[in-house]
């Protein structure tokens, strides 16, 4: 036996940790429950036989399985090849074709780069050309393409619930038309920024003269919009230059948010703006004050806990400080942070930026940019755009009036376009009973469809024509990418058309009649044909106001009361099914959340000492997580949820995440067990149960009064119910490490003292090895030194990837591409309790604390995203006893799934825990429609077969054979991982280590990188660079020795 | 007591080791040969819906495979072709025929034709025509004198066996690019110095490690 040297206890005790990580409140408490859940390698549940049944019943039907599979194996199946009749000009089959197109998302236009293969969209990432995209696609925009081939989607016009066909719709408006003058209406849409939705809406209100139309966002008014509107005396858009911040102070303003519409270019802007190559270069610094731990919070370098109803207080506070006025008698007078980052402001004068959040009244909003005017930020940090928008009624007086004339009978025809108001408005539904005419236009047949005389299927932005503006303003047109999957699927467009005009239009016409008015006439086909190919107008944004506006003196000193005390409940949209239009999307559901981690549900969030005040728990038990549950009620309505508890949130605050709980009709049928219940596959067929998104977590938005999403109101009381078991990952995978830093953060000063402290940190081996010279790595030291590998072609490219953790926020943008990219299976909540999840990616999540005493108040927050570290002493590679996994001569590891006989050694010997395991057949039983998405350049894996992330082996296979063919070598860029292509903040890079050019090498070499577990001595692939602070000195002052 | 069992039974136990031995050996013998590709799928000639004779048409009239096969330089996927391709001709020639009646009904109806798929590939190997009829791999190669086939079979087992035949030593096989879609070709005397040099020349290393197909 090989004897290897291990550390001794007292070796251990001997390296003083600097900070403590952890990952969760058990991680915290390091109790015997957490520790059995952690050491193995497989949770307690994960390696038991599938759901339900015993070993050995799992036996009995493996070994009847096998006897059936083997009669069924012998006859050989028939393919059939359908090529076409009439061949599609430039279509190759085989060759992924690429259009540009775009998506509405909250009343922003999202431009898009489709990848479809022979008509079958499968693939979305941003329109690199495009002016606000530049190639990058958020996790919505990623998600959505699920959304068309979600099996549940709304598929026929029904009429009073009998289903009917669009020409009877068309009949029906017709008819209705010819008393279209008398009509009473009110529409409520979903936000759009579409020119030619505008001019059809135009049409439609002239030919209904007593109609109304409102845009109806479920989250309430955009809060920021009406702050300017209260500032400038004009909604104008903000335009955040992040980019040129190097103070900003967040008033509970979660800018780097995933649901934000200007998610792409705020995080790539504050990015560069974090962005540090050496020593030399600067840094932003960030203050946060916010309720909930966010995103924005995790990249703070002072964070202040505080509810997100003081936030007014609290600026008022800052904003004394800034004027030099004096105090106000609130209770943040004296707050430290407040005077550091108010002189910290000053001193950055034009470069500061205040952002204020969703949350907070438009007075916030206001006072900010009154603030940013006088710090000079205006022009620098902060520009305006003049969108266009009409002066804003707040949407809860819009709501208010509708009811009132629905109780009076005072509306004849309620139309909804693209929205489910009766989700967040339950008492709705029995008033749209009552009115004569009512028309649903939606994805789904959901809350509101079943209340209505018509619904009309809406069509997927892929299978319409539409267009748009984006942020910027910038116009865009997209076109579809299928036709539509059900026949009567309309575009909102289209159906506004019909309703105004009485004609039948395709989008397509009404689309280009729009923009005949914009591009020139004598060559509007040619043009036409250059907007759909770019996706885009070039130089057409929305006019920059910036110096024409003019503050308003009650932006100057708004009045902000002290709240009372209390114990608030903050509303948002949910990271993962946003106002509840993902609910429906496998992906969505199945995407840990950014914070908790948590899967499949929405929760109520609250800090550990609410939790106790409340008298409410969340513990491990067995390696499962169980609630208690709360009752909420407010002015009558009640709801009940159950709890979770997350360090760094602010006492007395609850946050509570909108879209869950919905109720979506399913015309497929309940799958049940088969073969006398020996068949267990219907418990994990996620699609086998109707709508997948139905009764999943809970509706929390009637709860709300006016889309209020701050409220000191409720009472708050714990329910006496059985716990209730939630699904969370962020106790799964964890390297069981203590003391020993896998996630590495460290202050600018100590950078700057110590450009090497990363490497310092991490543990040596004993006997040193020096094996981080790259790329001369494979040459020398690869433990396969023969020749059949140095004579491989592939031998002449080494793949490696650095992950930049400064400047990654954890957006999960990367997940999702990474499972659209690699037919990432979704495997539902039960399975990913017992710790199956497949995401070949995980987002790490830690928290640190100061000291090593159990502290949980304020952790810091970092992000580590773990894949396949492909290790040149890859422990799996060893244990493997068929080489099913193998290092490929191109330095990678890979996994040969045909060869895969399923026994889990290699994960039990993996480190990093990044191997996935198909413990069923996820794909068997997958609806026809789901199928569509799957990328068929990467092979969908089968029951019993290890997976895990191959470095998107296909697009290097890919360009490798384009090179070929193009006769030439690889360029550095050609291949972009899935999850580097998503990536809005540029945080990783992947490529040729063998090439001293590529960027990926230059990371390599910057003194930041380290490696997770070096001292195991497997030489991974994936490097990471330390995340670093910049604390303001006076508040955290520089330790005196480095 | 008798004796129970004859002298001869002591012969049992060494027929029956040797027999399960010899059993041993047939059987894996049996199962190498009969289920392997080259016994099960070599051969394999299903039915098409349309009578379509490669022997006639890149036999007798010559046609270039890459008349149809268009995609077959630049796509990893050799395409069958649409309708359009035989209406080329078949707008013009035999159009009374009764064998086309499907590709008539095909063009009139926009219905595609559902040909039977012969070569099969399993779904975890990828690979691609464009990489292989570029670098020297004759149609003739895998798929064998298709210029003779009334009736399209697989000539060749596609296993992975096989494939690796041709990896390992690829100066065995190679053709000039202009001699692709040739049936028949005769490599000169020299093929393999031919075939070493032009290897060395244009770099071509087929790869033989697992990740080159399977991903």
């Known amino acids: 036996m090989i004897e290897l040297p291990v550390l001794s206890d007292a070796e251990l005790n001997a390296e003083k940790p600097r900070a403590r990580f952890w990952r969760s409140m058990s991680h915290l408490k390091n109790d015997a429950e957490y520790q059995a859940s952690v050491n193995s390698e497989f949770m307690p549940e994960a390696a038991q036989a599938p759901s339900g049944s015993s070993r050995r019943q799992f036996l009995q039907l493996m070994g009847a399985s096998m006897a059936l599979a083997g009669l069924s194996a012998c006859r050989r199946p028939v393919e059939v090849i359908v090529p076409y009749s009439r061949q599609p000009e430039e279509v190759l089959e085989g060759v992924p074709m690429k259009y540009a197109t775009g998506m509405n998302f909250r009343g922003v236009y999202k431009p898009l780069l489709l990848e479809s293969h022979q008509g079958r969209p499968t693939r979305i990432g941003g329109n690199v050309e495009h002016p606000t995209s530049r190639g990058n696609a958020g996790l919505f925009e990623q998600g959505s393409i699920l959304n068309m081939y979600d099996p549940d989607r709304s598929q026929l016009v029904l009429n009073d619930g009998a289903q009917v066909t669009w020409a009877d719709f068309v009949r029906f408006v017709n008819e209705y038309r010819v008393t279209a003058s008398r009509r009473n209406v009110a529409v409520l849409a979903a936000p759009s920024s579409s020119p030619t939705l505008a001019a059809v809406k135009q049409n439609f209100l002239t030919a209904f003269p007593n109609s109304r139309w409102f845009d109806y966002r479920a989250e309430g008014d955009d809060m920021r919009t009406l702050g300017m509107q209260m500032a400038f005396g004009a909604p104008y858009r903000v335009d955040y230059k992040m980019g040129n911040a190097e103070v900003i102070f967040s008033l509970d303003g979660n800018f780097l948010s995933e649901t934000s519409t200007d998610h792409e270019f705020i995080t790539r802007g504050y990015a560069d703006s974090r962005r540090v190559m050496d020593v030399g270069d600067t840094m932003s610094r960030l203050y946060v004050a916010e309720s909930y731990y966010t995103t924005t919070g995790s990249m703070a370098d002072h964070r202040v806990r505080v509810r997100s109803s003081d936030i007014p207080a609290f600026a008022a506070a800052l904003a004394a400080q800034i004027r030099g006025t004096a105090a106000l008698g609130t209770p943040f007078d004296d707050h430290p942070v407040i005077a550091a980052a108010a002189e910290d402001l000053i001193a950055a004068g034009p470069n500061a930026l205040i952002v204020a959040g969703d949350a907070q009244p438009p007075e916030v909003h206001a006072l900010a940019m009154a603030l940013n005017s006088e710090l000079g930020a205006i022009g620098t940090t902060v520009r305006f755009l003049d969108a266009g928008t009409e002066p804003i009624t707040p949407q809860a007086e819009k709501i208010d009036e509708l009811f009132r004339d629905l109780r009076a009978g005072a509306l004849d025809t309620v139309i909804m376009l693209d929205v489910n108001p009766v989700l967040d408005l339950p008492e709705l539904a029995d008033l749209l009973r009552r009115v004569d005419t009512t028309i649903h236009l939606g994805t789904h047949v959901d809350e509101t469809a079943s209340s209505v005389r018509w619904h009309l299927p809406i069509a997927h932005y892929l299978e319409a024509w539409e267009d748009g503006r984006s942020y910027d303003g910038t116009l865009s047109a997209s076109q579809p990418l299928i036709a539509p999957l059900y026949e009567d699927a309309k575009s909102m467009i289209e159906v506004v058309n019909l309703l105004a005009t009485g004609l039948d239009n395709t989008g397509y016409d009404l689309v280009r009649q729009t923009w005949r008015d914009v591009l020139p006439a004598d060559k509007f086909e040619s043009s036409w044909r250059r907007v759909l190919h770019d996706g885009f107008l070039p130089n057409t944004p929305y006019p920059d106001v910036t110096d024409a506006v003019s503050l308003r003196p009650e932006a100057i000193s708004p009045e902000l009361p002290v709240a009372p005390e209390g114990v608030e409940l903050v509303f948002r949209l949910s990271g993962q099914v946003l106002d509840g239009s993902y609910a429906n999307n496998a992906w969505m559901q199945e995407l840990p959340d950014v914070i908790t981690k948590i899967v499949w549900d929405n929760v109520a969030t609250m800090s550990p000492k609410t939790a106790v005040a409340l008298g409410v728990e969340s513990n491990l038990e067995k390696g499962q997580h169980f609630s208690d549950w709360l009752t909420l009620t407010l002015d009558g309505t009640s709801i009940t949820i159950p709890v979770w508890i997350l360090p760094g949130h602010a006492d007395n605050s609850i946050t509570l995440d909108l879209g869950f709980g919905r109720q979506i009709a399913s015309s497929r049928a309940v799958r049940k067990a088969k073969w006398f219940g020996f068949d267990t596959d219907h418990k994990i067929d996620i699609y086998g149960q109707g709508a997948l998104g139905s009764g999943v977590g809970v509706n929390v938005s009637p709860l709300r009064a006016n889309f209020d999403n701050l409220t000191l109101d409720a009472t708050i009381v714990k329910a006496e119910r059985e716990r209730y078991m939630i699904a969370t990952t962020q106790d799964h995978g964890v390297l069981n490490m203590e003391k020993r830093p896998l996630a590495i953060m460290a202050t600018m000063s100590e950078y700057q003292a110590n450009p090497n402290l990363a490497k310092d940190m991490v543990p040596t081996l004993p006997k040193a090895e020096d094996w981080d010279e790259y790329p001369t790595l494979w040459e020398d030291r690869a433990p396969a030194t023969d020749l059949a590998y140095k004579d491989n072609p592939y031998y002449q490219n080494q793949w490696g990837m650095v992950i930049d953790l400064n400047t990654c926020m954890g957006c999960n943008a990367c997940i999702v591409a990474c499972q659209a990219e690699n037919n990432v299976q979704v495997i539902g909540k039960d399975q990913v309790s017992r710790g199956r999840e497949m995401h070949w990616l995980r987002l790490d999540r830690y928290f640190i604390s100061d000291s090593y005493e159990i502290e949980s108040d304020n952790p810091k927050m970092m992000f580590l995203p773990v894949s396949c570290q492909h290790c040149e002493n890859a422990p799996c590679e060893s244990v493997c006893p068929v080489a099913a996994t193998y290092h490929s001569p191109d330095g990678t590891n890979q996994m040969v799934y045909n060869r895969c006989i399923g026994t889990r050694y290699c994960a039990n010997n993996c480190p990093y825990k990044v191997r996935r395991f198909n413990f069923y057949n996820w794909t068997k039983d997958l609806p026809l429609t789901v199928q569509m998405v799957q990328n068929p350049n990467v092979t969908v894996r089968s029951r019993g077969v290890m997976e895990k992330c191959t470095y998107c082996i296909q697009r290097i296979r890919k360009a490798q054979q384009q090179a070929s063919l193009e006769k030439r070598n690889l360029r550095d860029g050609d291949i972009v991982s899935a999850c580097q292509q998503a990536c809005a903040a540029d945080s990783i890079y992947f490529g040729d280590l063998n090439d001293p050019n590529s960027r990926v090498v230059k990371m390599k070499e910057n003194n930041r990188r380290y490696e997770l577990l070096p001292q195991i001595n497997v030489k991974p692939r994936t490097s990471y660079m330390a995340r670093l602070r910049n604390p303001n000195e006076k508040l955290e002052p520089a330790p005196t020795s480095a | ?215």
């Open chain 2, 1 to 215: 007591m008798p004796q129970l069992f004859p002298k001869k039974a002591n012969m049992v136990p060494h027929l029956s080791l040797f027999g399960s031995l010899g059993g041993g050996v047939f059987l894996i013998a049996f199962v190498w040969y009969f289920f392997s590709p080259e016994y099960i799928d070599v051969g394999y000639a299903p039915e098409q819906p349309v009578p379509y004779s490669h022997e006639l048409h890149a036999g007798q009239l010559g046609m270039d495979c890459r008349y149809c096969h268009s995609n077959v330089e630049v796509s990893a996927y050799s395409n069958i072709p649409p309708t359009q391709t035989c209406m080329n001709c078949h707008s013009q020639i035999k159009t009374a025929s009764l064998a086309l009646a499907p590709v008539r009904e095909s063009w009139a109806t926009g219905e595609p034709i559902e040909w039977v798929k012969v070569h099969h590939l399993a779904d975890y190997a990828h690979f691609s025509h464009a990489s292989h009829v570029n670098n020297g791999v004759g149609c003739e190669t895998c798929h064998g004198r298709i210029d003779q086939m009334e009736v399209v079979w697989q000539a060749e087992p596609l296993s992975m066996g096989w494939c690796l035949e041709c990896h390992r030593q690829p100066e065995l096989w190679l053709r000039p690019n202009d001699e692709i879609t040739t049936m028949g070709y005769v490599q000169p005397a020299n093929y393999i110095e031919r075939n070493i040099e032009r290897i060395a020349r244009e770099g071509i290393q087929p790869p033989s490690n697992c990740s080159a197909c399977h991903y």
